[in-house]
């Protein structure tokens, strides 16, 4: 399995592809831009040219660019769904020209309005922006912790857009900390073993092209998105060793979303390695 980190671009793509191979990693994710923003910003040509470049000579590869965490496809705001549609199908394009595999994204919430309504709208804008997707390039659901009226809380729910949408580019990202926060028990290999027959059943293991792999303090069930440091939270290191070593998921790509500075991320990296046999 490759393994890497979700990696901050702001200090030049050069010094974020070296951090990453300085901490052995073999992919990396990044924002294209401000996260928590809608202003879409454009790199430079040849710095974009660079950068993969860098990728390809350091082998992190495939990459994976995160979307805004503004991104709501299922709002009733006109204005809203307008810059979600824009930031994703930027950065899509975006990927197409900088050799990145998977564009990861957020579903949104479904706010006070019906479920069936915005599940709807749901999948006519995915169908919209797959319309236009290029070769080579995967747009990637990544579920939810499942509070409030957050989309894809659900295996059920995240298959039902890939059946209903139906089209091989768009894919699903699993965070642990997240399935585990909306009651999936992943802590041991009889509860991984339970859930990847979900996920074979309700999304098709091959649809799941990432995983971002979080511990979490959250109990399970609860709800709630927060991450926590590799073994030392609820998941533990017997979930994640039956997780990432499991023979139906090695050919995934793992990227760590943990906390803190670069002491965090080697102590997260070290947990990781010494998981995955």
């Given at each position: 399995?490759?393994?890497?980190?979700?990696?901050?671009?702001?200090?030049?793509?050069?010094?974020?592809?070296?951090?990453?191979?300085?901490?052995?990693?073999?992919?990396?994710?990044?924002?294209?831009?401000?996260?928590?923003?809608f202003?879409i910003?454009?790199?430079?040509?040849?710095?974009?040219?660079?950068?993969?470049?860098?990728?390809?000579?350091?082998?992190?590869?495939?990459?994976?660019?995160?979307?805004?965490?503004l991104?709501?496809l299922?709002?009733?705001?006109?204005?809203?769904l307008?810059?979600?549609?824009?930031?994703?199908?930027?950065?899509?394009?975006?990927?197409?020209?900088?050799d990145?595999?998977y564009?990861?994204t957020?579903?949104?919430s479904?706010?006070?309005?019906?479920?069936?309504?915005?599940?709807l709208?749901?999948?006519?804008?995915?169908?919209e922006?797959?319309?236009?997707?290029?070769?080579?390039?995967?747009?990637?659901?990544?579920?939810?912790?499942?509070?409030?009226?957050l989309?894809?809380?659900?295996?059920?729910?995240?298959?039902?857009?890939?059946?209903?949408?139906?089209?091989?580019?768009?894919?699903?990202?699993?965070?642990?900390?997240?399935?585990?926060?909306?009651?999936?028990?992943?802590?041991?290999?009889?509860?991984?073993?339970?859930?990847?027959?979900?996920?074979?059943?309700?999304?098709?293991?091959?649809?799941?092209?990432?995983?971002?792999?979080?511990?979490?303090?959250?109990?399970?069930?609860?709800q709630?998105?927060?991450?926590h440091?590799?073994?030392?939270?609820?998941?533990?290191?017997?979930?994640?060793?039956?997780?990432?070593?499991?023979a139906?998921l090695?050919?995934k790509?793992?990227?760590?979303?943990?906390?803190?500075?670069?002491?965090?991320?080697e102590?997260?990296?070290?947990?990781?390695?010494?998981?995955?046999?």
């Open positions: 399995m490759r393994f890497g980190l979700h990696t901050p671009v702001g200090k030049g793509y050069e010094k974020a592809v070296t951090y990453a191979a300085e901490l052995g990693c073999r992919t990396i994710q990044f924002f294209s831009g401000n996260p928590r923003g202003r910003t454009d790199p430079k040509p040849e710095a974009w040219a660079r950068f993969a470049a860098l990728r390809r000579e350091h082998d992190l590869l495939p990459s994976a660019i995160h979307t805004s965490y991104v709501n299922a709002t009733e705001r006109e204005d809203h307008a810059a979600s549609l824009a930031l994703i199908a930027h950065d899509l394009a975006l990927a197409s020209s900088g990145i595999a564009v990861n957020h579903l949104g479904y706010g006070r309005r019906e479920r069936a309504d915005g599940h709208q749901v999948c006519r804008m995915l169908s922006l797959l319309d236009a997707i290029r070769p080579g390039v995967y747009l990637v659901m990544e579920n939810s912790a499942g509070a409030g009226n989309v894809g809380g659900t295996l059920e729910e995240l298959g039902g857009f890939l059946r209903e949408v139906d089209h091989p580019q768009l894919a699903v990202c699993i965070d642990t900390a997240h399935a585990w926060a909306a009651g999936y028990k992943i802590d041991d290999a009889p509860g991984v073993e339970a859930f990847l027959d979900h996920v074979e059943r309700d999304v098709g293991i091959a649809r799941v092209k990432m995983l971002h792999v979080n511990d979490t303090l959250v109990p399970l069930g609860g709630r998105d927060r991450h440091h590799i073994g030392e939270g609820l998941i533990g290191t017997g979930g994640f060793a039956a997780l990432l070593n499991h139906e090695r050919e790509i793992a990227v760590l979303e943990t906390p803190g500075e670069r002491a965090e991320d102590r997260n990296v070290a947990a990781l390695r010494s998981i995955l046999r």
